[in-house]
């Protein structure tokens, strides 16, 4: 017979069910969670290829082996407005453990702030946190023939040109993307076109080919042109040069003193999860992001791994700090689109 791990909140009838001989299915708060007994569906909200879904796929295996030897964990892709078809679908769906999400910037702290009339919830209330994954920074990224020899070379003829001379592409109006390229023209003084496209792959085409002369992208996106060159990494925009980009600097120390941007990866389920529910596939998330790797996997694709505490209140406490610290960056740019 196939072994089956269940969770419980009562240890007694775990060993009553081991000592007959038979899987343990025990309730918690009514409700059993067996990962074993169909897929876990892990959806993304962005097309297949891009960094997010690249992040599920890493994390979706180990994922698996931590919650049960026999379960399986599926990726399902549900792109659409940044995310938010994906949250508002989740919302939806039984609170069971078998669907949850890769959630990001775009659907749980954005959405909230500039997608006006688009999302019809709430990031914090209407879904179970069940932990962080990472934090990274994200990369700008120019045409070749468009960059300067140096990075803040490259950063003085942004700051130079003309208003409105130079294009830049995204993956997407009101997205990360383009709230971080509004956020350097803020901080240069200038003002950019902005170029929009429908995924990070064809940002990133349009930047080698030059059809945009620049962007900032999400380092999973980049990092295959960037590596062969077709296209120049300039600078990073978290606090310190991320590990696979040594030679990279930030922006802040490129010429845009006080820079700093980064987003964010979760994973959360639907609202109304029991317990220990949550607290398996928390501590499934944990034991994967341990895992030197799975971390060394995720690093190579553009992604860190969070290390602080990482328990289901910490991560809704990371999505309420989150989603106050865009309120203020959509303020700040005026990025904001209705329906």
């Known amino acids: 017979m196939r072994r089956r791990l269940f969770l419980t909140a009562g240890a007694g009838s775990l060993a009553a069910a081991v000592a007959a001989g038979r899987p343990a299915a025990v309730q918690a708060q009514g409700t059993a969670f067996a990962p074993a007994s169909k897929p876990v569906t892990v959806v993304s909200g962005y097309s297949p290829g891009?960094?997010?879904?690249?992040?599920?796929?890493?994390?979706?295996?180990?994922?698996?082996?931590?919650?049960?030897?026999?379960?399986?964990?599926?990726?399902e892709n549900r792109p659409g407005a940044s995310g938010v078809i994906a949250a508002d679908w989740l919302r939806r769906q039984?609170?069971?453990?078998?669907?949850?999400?890769?959630?990001?910037?775009?659907?749980?702290?954005?959405?909230?702030?500039a997608l006006v009339g688009w999302n019809k919830y709430d990031a914090v209330?209407?879904?179970?946190?069940?932990?962080?994954?990472?934090?990274?920074?994200?990369?700008?990224?120019a045409n070749n023939a468009f960059a300067a020899a140096t990075p803040a070379a490259t950063v003085a003829k942004l700051r130079d040109a003309p208003r409105g001379s130079v294009t830049y592409a995204t993956s997407g109006v009101g997205g990360i993307l383009h709230l971080?390229?509004?956020?350097?023209?803020?901080?240069?003084?200038?003002?950019?076109?902005?170029?929009?496209?429908?995924?990070?792959?064809?940002?990133?085409?349009?930047?080698?080919?030059?059809e945009a002369q620049f962007g900032i992208a999400a380092l999973a996106s980049?990092?295959?042109?960037?590596?062969?060159?077709?296209?120049?990494g300039v600078a990073v925009?978290?606090?310190e040069r991320f590990p696979t980009y040594p030679d990279t600097p930030t922006l802040a120390a490129s010429g845009v003193p006080g820079?700093?941007?980064?987003?964010?990866?979760?994973?959360?389920?639907?609202?109304?999860?029991?317990?220990?529910?949550?607290?398996?596939?928390?501590?499934?998330?944990?034991a994967s992001l341990a895992e030197e790797s799975l971390r060394d996997?995720?690093?190579?694709?553009?992604?860190?791994?969070?290390?602080?505490?990482?328990?289901?209140?910490?991560?809704?406490?990371?999505?309420?700090?989150?989603?106050?610290?865009?309120?203020?960056?959509?303020?700040?740019?005026?990025?904001?689109?209705?329906?």
């Open 50 to 75: 891009g960094s997010t879904d690249i992040a599920a796929r890493l994390l979706a295996d180990r994922l698996a082996a931590h919650l049960d030897p026999a379960a399986r964990v599926v990726v």
């Open 94 to 113: 039984a609170p069971d453990g078998h669907t949850v999400m890769l959630a990001e910037t775009g659907s749980h702290a954005i959405a909230q702030n």
């Open 125 to 141: 209330a209407d879904f179970t946190h069940l932990g962080v994954i990472g934090t990274p920074p994200l990369i700008l990224v």
């Open 180 to 210: 971080a390229t509004e956020m350097l023209a803020q901080h240069l003084g200038t003002q950019f076109v902005h170029v929009p496209y429908r995924s990070g792959a064809q940002m990133m085409q349009a930047i080698h080919t030059g």
């Open 222 to 232: 980049a990092n295959a042109m960037v590596r062969d060159g077709l296209a120049r």
């Open 237 to 239: 925009t978290g606090t």
């Open 259 to 286: 820079f700093e941007f980064t987003h964010f990866y979760i994973l959360a389920g639907p609202p109304g999860m029991a317990p220990a529910v949550s607290e398996a596939l928390n501590r499934a998330l944990v």
């Open 297 to 339: 996997r995720m690093l190579a694709a553009g992604h860190d791994t969070w290390r602080a505490p990482n328990g289901p209140a910490e991560a809704r406490a990371f999505v309420e700090r989150e989603v106050a610290r865009y309120r203020e960056i959509v303020r700040r740019t005026g990025v904001r689109l209705e329906s």
